[in-house]
């Protein structure tokens, strides 16, 4: 065996497992960040959900993403990875459905394996934005609609030989591909649903609903920090060198400094270094850094974090404001940061690390790739926005989308699943959001 | 007879007890409670909101005692209960009618 295709293939599995790993770290983020009464709902979309992924993205996600086809959708080997293929040949020796991936030199199912932890990653993302209110059967369903749907035509767009892809659009690893399509997914599950009973006041004004584990919350965030360590330097899918180990630094360096500008702009507009802030923080760094990470070099990716760190932070508070109730800041570090990571990538990009293509703009090479990349954005948000509007919709009007009232107020976990995460805890009854003040914001429910 | 009520921090529960034993008293009753002074509680933050937890965690004891006790158990709460900071808590004392022991149907002083 070509000891090329056994380092490339060793890479593209590690690296596929420790974003499979992230799975756990949003699991941890999201149940911290929400309360003990939903936690075992929570932890239960947070598990499911990968189920579902793999279910979806084998019968037809996969295909849909990377068979050959037109410039909107792949059609050769369509269903379960049922097409002819002779990988890990590469490039003009590779013969099969899947030519959008004959650059890298390993087998079929390990390109399936690392895609499909991707998709994973993209449906896990709505989990958290949704919470604390939906139905878990209807998340689970419009789980299967955006992996084995949504996700893999825009895929196919990106990195399946579509039409963005033919007009030089760059997204790496997957601010627009991955984050921006979670976080446009969840925006419009949040319009859907509407904020959380309590969430806002009569006046408008709103009330903090503090989550019940920031222990879990900050464990979650160091495996999802560990898992980005796969998520970018894996999506070479190639045992480059050179290319690994940079990105690998641009990656940790964008979060390093993405954390130290959320924390003081935390400090600043609110007036205490607030943890959960400097988690978003941390994550924003990380989603910013997706799309730009092997063509920029470690100095751009500071820039890139240190900004990154003061928009989630803004972005938290603007969302709140604007009555958009995202209990874990999804939309903040996956949407806002996915779009400001993509359009990184045409300012900062320099052209020594991508051949036959011209440096972004901070870098000599004019709006060209900026350009592509804002008509990338402005695509895939249009696009996504309208598609999980209709699939949310849908959903609510088949078999609805919102626990009752009662449910929601006595928490998810009882409602949904019988359970309870700490039947033998005392439960704290002196928090905000008990008793009177749920039915006091009630009139603020959409 | 008095009944001595105090409302102390949970986390000088311990050196409380110790304190009154030196002293000696007859029996005591610790409820775990929640509460709060002229602060009304404590200002706290989440992801850009403030919200206040207008009750905290207290423990109040209560002890029965004769009307000589009263004093030195009421010091020796004070001497360990004290911080120097909001949230000590406050010791209340009131008169007692009557005392009956249930095992042995005594009454007053002697049921103590």
Known sequence: MDPKVVADTLWVLITAMLVFFMNLGFACVETGFCRSKNAVNILSKNFIVFAISTIGFWILGFGLMFGNGSSLWGAEGLWFLGGADNSPATADAYKGAYASLNWTGVPLLAKFFFQLVFAGTAATIVSGAVAERIKYFSFIVFSLVLTAVIYPVIGHWIWGGGWLASKGFLDFAGSTQVHSIGGWAALTGILVLGPRIGKYNKDGSANAIPGHNLALGLIGCFVLWLGWFGFNPGSTMAADVDAISRICITTNTAAAFAMVTSTLTSVLLIGKPDLGMTINGCLAGLVAITAPCAFVSVGSSAIIGAIAGVLVVLAVIGFDKVKVDDPVGATSVHLVNGIFGTLCVGLFAESQWMPNKASGLFFGGGWTQFSTQLLGVLAVGATVFVVSLVAWLLIKAVMGLRVSVQEEIEGLDIGEHGNSAYPDFVVRKSLPMSGSMMTAAEPARR | ?112
């Open chain 2, 1 to 112: 007879m008095r009944k001595i009520e105090a409302v102390i921090r949970p986390e000088k529960l311990d050196d409380v007890r110790k304190a009154i034993e030196a002293v000696g008293y007859p029996g005591i009753t610790i409820t775990e409670a929640e509460g709060h002074g002229k602060q009304k509680g404590v200002v706290q933050q989440w992801r850009g909101e403030t919200y206040r937890v207008e009750f905290l965690p207290k423990i109040k004891l209560e002890i029965i005692v004769g009307d000589a006790d009263v004093e030195q158990i009421v010091q020796a709460i004070i001497k360990a209960a004290k911080t120097g900071s909001v949230g000590d808590g406050k010791i209340f004392v009131s008169d007692v009618r009557d005392v009956i022991k249930i095992r042995t149907g005594e009454r007053g002083d002697a049921a103590l």
